[in-house]
């Protein structure tokens, strides 16, 4: 594996699967495949999960871990090409991708969605910067347009927790005061489309994800309707993806806050939600403290997701 930006680049899902639970079941096993191997961790943008299980999921393969705010402490950086630098940027992002590569043996990038720029956000044009001048295997940790090592660990934890073969997963879009990127819904919708499980999208009309992600998921906009018979309710705020309205917060209509009366309505579903969460805007707290919520161990998952990743970056190194 080259790089992880996508539910492609990991391949057969059992074989990932049963990679994680190899993983999962000894996580010290490989403590000398990492041995004098370097990750850099680049941040673009905030984090809590992905920041500390990537380390600990490195560390736990015996790796040595630098990690980089880019915000914090660096030169601030130019990423577009042409432009006259007698700005505040000192250093250009392309002279800088390749000398942090030559510091290390894989990257980690966070390069959120600018919100402003759809076309450049959903060519992915920071992650690809990495991907092309770095030499040296790249993976997302949450990128413009997807969000793989959290939409990884989120199947691993649907797998766990799963009572039946085909189960039925709701992703539904819920409420939040500021404008999200789509990057966790599409690369939930994504993943879970690369399963046989039953894969319902709820969402309130305008904030359509990209068909592309979509795919041959049933989008239903009777939010009711889709909870029925749920086995899994994943709940994320999303902002507008469709012109001209991109980017942009349409509604923040509480109806949409998943609260104990709509999970009354599934067949005793777990609740899911990649964290950090809003509470009472994306979920009640009843909701979030219930026996049936699984947010702790799904975000628990991320430092398996994470070592799956590096353990088979390792291998091909
Ligand atoms: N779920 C997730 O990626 O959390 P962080 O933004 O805290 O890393």
């Known amino acids: 594996m080259k790089k992880f930006t996508c539910v492609q680049d990991i391949g057969p899902l059992d074989k990932a699967l049963e990679d994680a639970r190899l993983i999962k079941k000894d996580r010290f096993a490989f403590t000398d495949l990492g041995k004098n191997k370097t990750l850099l961790m680049i941040f673009f943008n905030s984090s809590l999960r992905t ?73 992915e044009k920071v992650l690809n910067q990495f991907i092309k001048f770095s ?12 969000h793989p090592l959290q939409s ?11 009572t039946k073969e085909r189960p039925k997963v709701v992703l539904t879009w819920a409420p939040h005061p500021r404008p999200l990127p789509q990057a ?21 009309e305008g904030y359509e994800l990209d068909p592309k992600f979509v795919g041959k998921a049933k989008v239903e906009y009777d939010r009711d309707k889709a909870f029925k018979n749920a086995d899994f309710i994943y709940a994320k705020n999303w902002s507008a993806y469709s012109d001209p309205n991109y980017g942009k917060v349409l509604s923040t209509d509480r109806h949409w806050t998943v609260d104990t009366k709509s999970m009354d309505l599934t067949d005793g ?13 994306i979920v009640t707290d009843d ?13 628990a998952n991320r430092e398996i997701s994470a070592q799956t990743v590096l353990f088979r970056f390792l291998k091909t190194l």
Not at 136 to 145: D, L, N
Not at 184 to 195: D, G, I
Request: hydrophobic letters at 45%; proline letters at 3%; charged letters at 25%.
């Open 287 to 299: 909701v979030l403290e219930s026996e049936k919520s699984i947010v702790i161990p799904e975000a």
């Open 135 to 146: 030499g040296k295997p790249v993976f997302s940790m949450e990128a413009a347009t997807r």
């Open 152 to 162: 990884f660990a989120d199947l691993i934890t649907i797998e766990e927790f799963k």
């Open 51 to 123: 920041r500390l299980s990537t380390q600990k999921a490195a560390m736990n393969l015996g790796m040595n871990v630098m990690v980089l705010d880019v915000n914090q402490g660096a030169w601030k950086l130019e990423t577009e090409r042409g432009v006259v630098m007698d700005g505040d940027k000192a250093e250009h992002l392309l002279e800088a991708i390749p000398v942090m590569g030559s510091y290390c043996d894989i990257i980690g990038v966070r390069s959120f969605a600018s919100l402003t720029d759809k076309k450049a956000d959903y060519e």
């Open 269 to 281: 579903a777990f609740f899911m939600h990649c964290l950090p969460v809003r509470r009472n805007m």
């Open 184 to 204: 966790v819904a599409n690369s939930f919708a994504e993943w879970m489309n690369a399963t046989d499980y039953d894969f319902v999208i709820t969402h309130p």
